[in-house]
T-cell receptor, first 113, second 113 residues
Framework: AQSVTQPDIHITVSEGASLELRCNYS??????LFWYVQSPGQGLQLLLK??????LVQGIKGFEAEFKRSQSSFNLRKPSVHWSDAAEYFC???????????FGKGTTLSVSS | GAGVSQSPRYKVTKRGQDVALRCDPI?????LYWYRQALGQGPEFLTY????????KSGLPNDRFSAERPEGSISTLTIQRTEQRDSAMYRC???????????FGPGTRLLVL
C-alpha cells in the first residue's frame, strides 16, 4: 500500500539550531516527493519538490531535502531555524499529473528562544 | 487571481443540513483537486477534475458527498445531510496542465453541530 510516514509528531528546536524532519514513503511507482508547510490560518505552502536528477533539492526559506532511494526517505533540513519557522510540516508523495497526493500526518515544529 | 481561493473560510452548520463549499483555482490551472483534513492528520484525497470532467472520485467517502465543476473553473463540493463526522478542513488545490505540483488554497473549516 502507498503511504507516507512522518515518525515525529512534534519537535522542539532552539532558535538558531539545525533541523531535520523525517519522512519515509512506500510507493510502487517512481515517486514525486513534496514538502509543504502549514502556518496557522494559512493554506499549505509548497517548500520544495523532487522529481528526478540531483537528490539534494533546495527550496524556499532556506530549506533543503535529500532523496535517498535506498532508504525510501526524503528528509527535510534547515541549518539554522528561525522563530518564524514554527508551523506544521507535511511530506507528500505522488506520481504523474492528475494523481492524488498522499500525505503524512505531519510534524509540528516549535521553536524555543 | 494570485492564488487558490476558497469560500467560506469557516462554516458552522447543524447536523442534517446541506453545505456547499466553493473553490476558485489559479487562473490557467485546468486541474483541480479536493482534499479533506481531519484534526491531527494530513490531507486525504477526495476527488479530481480535469477541466469540467471529474476524472477520479474514488476518495469521496459516501454518496452524500458530490462535486462539480460545470465550466471548468470554479468547483463546488457539496455535502448533503451533514453528520458530525464530516467536521474537518476541506482543502482545494489546482495545477497546470500536465503538472505534478499542486497549489493549495486556505481551506474551509467545517464544523457540524
Amino acid at each position: 500500500a502507498q503511504s507516507v510516514t512522518q515518525p515525529d509528531i512534534h519537535i522542539t528546536v532552539s532558535e538558531g539550531a539545525s533541523l531535520e524532519l523525517r519522512c519515509n514513503y512506500s510507493y510502487g511507482a517512481t515517486p514525486y516527493l513534496f514538502w509543504y508547510v502549514q502556518s496557522p490560518g494559512q493554506g499549505l505552502q509548497l517548500l520544495l519538490k523532487y522529481f528526478s536528477g540531483d537528490t539534494l533539492v533546495q527550496g524556499i526559506k532556506g530549506f533543503e531535502a535529500e532523496f535517498k532511494r535506498s532508504q525510501s526517505s526524503f528528509n527535510l533540513r534547515k541549518p539554522s531555524v528561525h522563530w518564524s519557522d514554527a508551523a506544521e510540516y507535511f511530506c507528500a508523495v505522488g506520481a504523474k499529473a492528475g494523481t492524488a497526493l498522499i500525505f503524512g500526518k505531519g510534524t509540528t515544529l516549535s521553536v524555543s528562544s | 487571481g494570485a492564488g487558490v481561493s476558497q469560500s467560506p473560510r469557516y462554516k458552522v452548520t447543524k447536523r442534517g443540513q446541506d453545505v456547499a463549499l466553493r473553490c476558485d483555482p489559479i487562473s490557467g490551472h485546468v486541474s483541480l483537486y479536493w482534499y479533506r483534513q481531519a484534526l491531527g492528520q494530513g490531507p486525504e484525497f477526495l476527488t479530481y477534475f480535469n477541466y469540467e470532467a471529474q476524472q477520479d472520485k474514488s476518495g469521496l467517502p459516501n454518496d452524500r458527498f458530490s462535486a462539480e465543476r460545470p465550466e471548468g473553473s470554479i468547483s463546488t463540493l457539496t455535502i448533503q445531510r451533514t453528520e458530525q463526522r464530516d467536521s474537518a478542513m476541506y482543502r482545494c488545490a489546482s495545477s497546470l496542465p500536465g503538472a505534478e505540483t499542486q497549489y493549495f488554497g486556505p481551506g474551509t473549516r467545517l464544523l457540524v453541530l
